[in-house]
């Protein structure tokens, strides 16, 4: 039988190596948030003749009407892609009758424009979405699992499992917002919190095995429970996934392009949704009966501040024992401080 | 042995009838739900609504255009949203989508529209419309006036006119209703004179009515070949209009937008009916009389409102993700039949049986809801197919367990379905809930896309969970009693 807990660590590495490249693009370069979070307009029009306008052309009229940070892509066919800040009607209509008198008429193909105050709130809701789905689902699994002993640990592990996801598919929006210019939009939204139910969805689906071995093999060291359960899952999970990529893959592949990213999207974090079920939700449930004192240590590596309030909390407070504890928290805290301190400076210099 | 037999019959044919129900719906020529029963009238046209992403179109998000700390009347917002909804169908699109959102947000979805900006400007306008006594001077189009009609307080002239004794008169009639117009007659005049400006420099003009009393307006020809307009007012309307009209014949009424006048008109005769004709000496240009149609229909906005978001979508990018979208789902779904087929073998046709019952029944749902189609829709749609197949797999991976541990086919087939339930339920309950959040999400600032992808993913669930546990169990049930299976391999173990 694998032994999928034994080399747990080796899991965890992979999540690691998966999930860091996307965390540094994320400090370093942050999102590339659409008008949908910031506000602004998009303007793709396609002009009738072959018309000589340049890029530039096209960003100085708009800077003659005082958008002077406009950004004008231009394609194949004579289309062009303007982004400027939010135009009202009455500007757009005087901008555009300029542009049919300097370069000839055009189609517009899509207009979008988004008030900078509702791009603000969305923003500002779109947090609220995902820690409310954090939540919701905490309490749930919670709920779900109540007859176990310590229900919350299944409920933490789940999240913690949904959270690497969150980093896999964010990160990954970071690395491709530089590469190719993916932008993060309400559809990207939608792709992440879909990921999220997905990969509780997994979660759930190896629990549940868990929950009922537990019961059936009370005896049996926690290793070999989890290990059990994940094997016997196994087959399901990979069917499921297997599925989920056919359909999603079939979409990718003859699915019009304006979904393209959305799709690369969910298919990227629906897989890294069941590995980390798998690799990282379960095994986790053996490291809280384990070694806590590692959970305890990553928290303080991701989050400095926590780790450094623990850290000396138990240092002062704790007994003789727990120092070791106290003094990993520090040492990790002082360690994901450093990281991130210089990758801050990085940023600096780079911006 | 035999009722339960019976049950699984019974079973059987409601998921039949079902099915027969949703390939109904399904068919493309369906004419609709027409029935005529007596006092029930029941006219459905059941189609597939294509959101905005697929046939292109518009979609607005205005906001009241009023302080961030002053409250907005919901019931003024209501009346708003209405008389948006009544422009927008002037516009003769098929079906716009008109909704509020929040308490100070109004979306407006027009699919298909083909000219944008003259929609927006259309709803855009937000004009307050007043129709005042001008008393003997003719005021010039263009003039500012001022007006004794603040922005939504009501007319000060409804008092006046529903106080009116009626036994002043002597009509026996005690009902100080509106509507008993006769005994109305002349009284006003000697309450509302006192309330007319004494200051001669900067004359405060009364408002009788405003655009709320306006029901409809019309160009035409009158009885001379002259063009004039003719408006509609509202109960309330008519009777202001008549008290005020019966006194002040041949007197000047000029209609007011924004406090600048748009036209001035003679009373030539009291008017009672809410029907008014407003004619002029040589008639009006038809191009003047449009204009004040127009201005007529469309100028009263109860709170002003202004474009916060904007979306416009060429129907062509539609037309053509729409086919993509259709092929690639096509394709995913046959290849997961086919997986099933080939890895649970003969559970796996049965799978696929209600795989194919799944997709006509949540198309059926989607049609009949209606729920307006978007790509991501698709994307929700296709995803849910996954889902559908997942529970079947769950099922089946622990029937091959039970299978292998010894245990005889019925038993293993009803183990399987009772164990799988919970995770089954868990999971899908957690997809659920991202489900709402997301429709909520959607909802609040009118992301369409969002919402109907939220809306068919949910859908998609809940019905996977019909389709793949009762149905696939009745299927299995009733094989199994026919005694036809007998090996193990047919299971795949």
């Keep these: ?351 | 042995m035999l009722t339960d037999r019976r049950r699984t019959l019974t079973l059987l044919g409601c998921i039949v009838i079902l099915a027969l129900g949703a390939a109904w719906i399904d068919l493309p020529s369906n004419p609709g739900i027409h029935i005529h029963l007596g006092p029930i009238n029941i006219d459905r046209n059941i189609e597939l609504r294509r959101g905005l992403d697929l046939q292109g179109g518009l979609q607005v998000l205005l906001e009241a255009d009023l302080p961030s700390d002053e409250t907005v009347d919901p019931g003024a917002m209501k009346a708003t949203r209405a008389i948006i909804e009544q422009r927008v169908n002037g516009l003769g699109v098929s079906e716009p989508l008109i909704q509020l959102s929040g308490s100070r947000r109004i979306i407006v979805e027009l699919p298909g529209i083909e000219d944008p900006q003259r929609a927006i400007e259309t709803f855009g306008e937000t004009g307050l419309l007043e129709f005042i006594d001008a008393g003997r001077s003719f005021l010039p189009p263009g003039t500012v006036v001022t007006t004794t009609e603040e922005v939504a307080a009501p007319t000060p002239i409804v008092p006046t006119l529903t106080v009116t004794p009626t036994t002043e008169l002597g009509t026996p009639s005690p009902e100080p209703t509106v509507t008993g117009t006769e005994e109305v007659t002349g009284t006003p005049t000697a309450v509302i004179t006192p309330t007319l400006p004494s200051e001669p420099e900067e004359p405060v003009f009364e408002t009788i009515l405003t655009g709320r009393h306006l029901v409809g307006a019309t160009s035409g020809f009158g009885d001379l070949g002259l063009m004039e307009i003719h408006f509609e007012l509202n109960d309330e309307g008519a009777a202001l209009f008549e008290a005020y009209t019966r006194t002040h014949v041949g007197q000047l009424m000029c209609i007011v937008l924004d406090k600048e006048v748009v036209s001035c008109a003679t009373i030539n005769e009291p008017i009672a009916g809410g029907g008014v004709r407003i004619t002029r000496e040589g008639g009006f240009s038809a191009e003047e009389a449009e204009s004040i149609v127009i201005r007529l229909r469309y100028g009263a906005l109860p709170i002003p409102l202004r474009v916060e978001t904007n979306r416009t979508v060429g129907p062509t990018l539609g037309e053509d993700s729409l086919q993509k979208s259709m092929i690639a789902g096509a394709v995913g779904l046959s290849i997961v039949v086919v997986f099933m087929l080939l890895y649970y073998r003969f559970p796996g046709a049965l799978a696929d049986v209600a795989l194919v019952i799944y997709a006509a029944v949540v198309l059926a749902l989607f049609k009949l809801i209606p729920v307006v189609l978007t790509l991501p829709g698709i994307a929700g749609f296709i995803l849910s197919v996954g889902m559908a197949v997942d529970a079947n797999i769950l099922i089946f991976e622990r029937m091959k367990e039970e299978l292998r541990a010894g245990k005889g086919l019925r038993l293993a087939v009803e183990q399987g379905f009772s164990r799988a339930w919970p995770s089954i339920r868990d999971s899908n309950f957690s997809t659920l809930i991202t489900c709402a959040i997301l429709f909520w999400f959607g909802s609040y600032f009118g992301a369409s896309i969002v919402k109907g992808f939220a809306l068919t993913l949910g859908i998609g669930v809940i019905v996977s969970m019909f389709t793949a546990i009762i149905v696939t169990r009745t299927f299995l049930r009733l094989i199994i009693d026919l005694d036809v299976v007998r090996h193990h391999r047919w299971f795949g173990v």
């Design chain 1, 1 to 351: 039988m694998f032994d999928t807990v034994g080399k747990r660590y080796w899991f965890y590495l992979i999540s690691a190596i998966v999930v860091v490249p996307g965390l540094i693009s994320l400090i370093l370069f942050g999102l590339n948030f659409s008008i949908d979070f910031t506000g602004g307009s998009i303007l793709e029009l396609q002009f009738e003749e072959s018309v000589v306008a340049q890029p530039a052309e096209l960003k100085e009229l708009f800077g003659e009407f005082g958008f002077g940070d406009t950004m004008v892509q231009s394609s194949q066919g004579g289309i062009f892609l303007i982004r400027s800040k939010t135009l009202d009607p009455e500007t757009k209509a005087a901008i555009q009758e300029q542009i049919v008198e300097r370069f000839g008429s055009y189609t517009e193909l899509r207009f979008e424009s988004v008030g900078p105050t509702v791009g603000g709130e969305v923003q500002q809701r779109a947090y609220l979405v995902v820690a409310m789905a954090a939540v919701a689902i905490l309490i749930y699994i919670s709920f779900a699992f109540r007859h176990v002993t310590n229900p919350v640990r299944y409920g933490a592990c789940a999240i913690i499992a949904m959270v690497h996801d969150i980093f896999v598919v964010v990160g990954l929006a970071s690395i491709f917002g530089v590469l190719y210019g993916w932008e993060v939009d309400a559809l990207f939204l939608t792709a992440l919190l879909t990921v999220i139910g997905f990969s509780v969805h997994d979660s759930i689906v190896v629990f549940d095995r868990i929950r009922e071995n537990s019961r059936r093999y009370a005896g049996l060291p926690v290793e070999d429970i989890v290990n059990h359960s994940i094997i016997q899952t196994l087959d399901r999970s990979i069917n499921t996934q297997l599925t989920v990529i056919f359909t999603l893959t079939a979409l990718l592949l003859f699915g019009g392009i304006t979904m393209r990213s959305f799709v690369l999207t969910l298919l990227i974090g629906i897989i890294s949704g069941t590995y980390s079920s798998i690799f990282n939700a379960s095994p986790l449930l053996v490291e809280w009966e384990r070694r806590p004192d590692l959970l305890l240590y990553a928290l303080s590596l991701l989050v400095p501040p926590v780790g450094l309030g623990v850290g000396l909390f138990v240092w002062l407070r704790g007994s003789e024992k727990s120092r070791p504890w106290a003094r990993g928290c520090l040492v990790a805290a002082a360690i994901g401080a450093v990281c991130m301190g210089l990758l801050l400076v990085l940023r600096g210099v780079i911006l």
